[in-house]
């Protein structure tokens, strides 16, 4: 079974306006990653954050992480039409070796 | 440096066949991990081999196995198949699958008739 929650499942807005998505996990971290999925092809990765980290940034991404909440954000500012996909955040812990987690993903609308 | 690479892309199979699908990683990456997508169940974890050896395994039955050969690449083979395995089957390839980045490769499609 998954251990991600990702919420909301789905997200539509108009382009130029900002999308947060947040995922929450039940166990403790190594790290915590954000892809993209465009229409069933491969997952594109987007950041890595790892449990000693608050807040990290990627051109128009933001993700930040709260250990003590199990929870991270993902922020997506000036939001572009190209920026329509499914995300999801996925987990790796300690002694699990190559093994991610995934959340069941949001799926994100952007409008021109 | 080139992505990671899956092969076939997409794959056609009638119940009780056998199927194999084989995974480049991108150079210098010794961790391939493989992964089952399906809208029922989303993204599972199937297993990951590192130098040639399988260090973590999910929670599929005995018919999903998988190898590593010397050079890294990766095969998967899913043996008696069930109209349930059709699914989207990705691969990814990272440094150091505990700690680092696991970058995915296009997926293969497999339909089971």
């Known amino acids: 079974s998954q251990q991600g929650e990702e919420d909301p499942q789905a997200l539509s807005i108009q382009e130029g306006e900002n999308a947060t998505m947040n995922c929450s996990y039940k166990?403790?971290?190594?790290?915590l990653q954000w892809y993209r999925q465009n229409s069933g092809r491969g997952l594109v990765h987007l950041i890595l954050?790892?449990?000693?980290?608050r807040e990290k940034h990627s051109g128009r991404l933001r993700v930040t992480l709260d250990t003590s909440k199990k929870s991270s954000s993902l922020l997506i500012t000036a939001s572009r039409a190209a920026d329509t996909a499914s995300y999801f955040c996925?987990?790796?812990?300690?002694?699990?070796?190559?093994?991610?987690?995934f959340g069941q993903g949001t799926t994100l609308q952007v409008k021109p | 440096k080139a992505g990671v690479t899956q092969t076939p892309r997409y794959l056609i199979k009638t119940r009780g066949q056998q199927v194999t699908l084989s995974c480049s990683p991108i150079?210098?990456?010794?961790?391939v991990s493989w992964y089952q997508q399906t809208p029922g169940q989303g993204l599972q974890f199937l297993f990951e081999?590192?130098?040639?050896?399988?260090?973590n395994k999910g929670n599929f039955p005995g018919r999903f196995s998988g190898r590593q050969f010397s050079n890294s690449r990766s095969e998967m083979n899913v043996s008696t198949l069930e109209l349930g395995d059709s699914a989207l089957y990705l691969c990814?390839?990272?440094?150091?699958?505990?700690?680092?980045?696991?970058?995915f490769g296009p997926g293969t499609r497999l339909t089971v008739l």
């Open positions: 990814a390839s990272s440094l150091n699958a505990v700690t680092d980045t696991q970058y």
């Open positions: 166990t403790s971290i190594n790290n």
């Open positions: 954050i790892r449990s000693n980290e």
């Open positions: 996925a987990t790796a812990h300690s002694g699990n070796t190559g093994k991610l987690i």
């Open positions: 150079s210098g990456h010794r961790s």
């Open positions: 081999y590192f130098s040639e050896t399988q260090r």
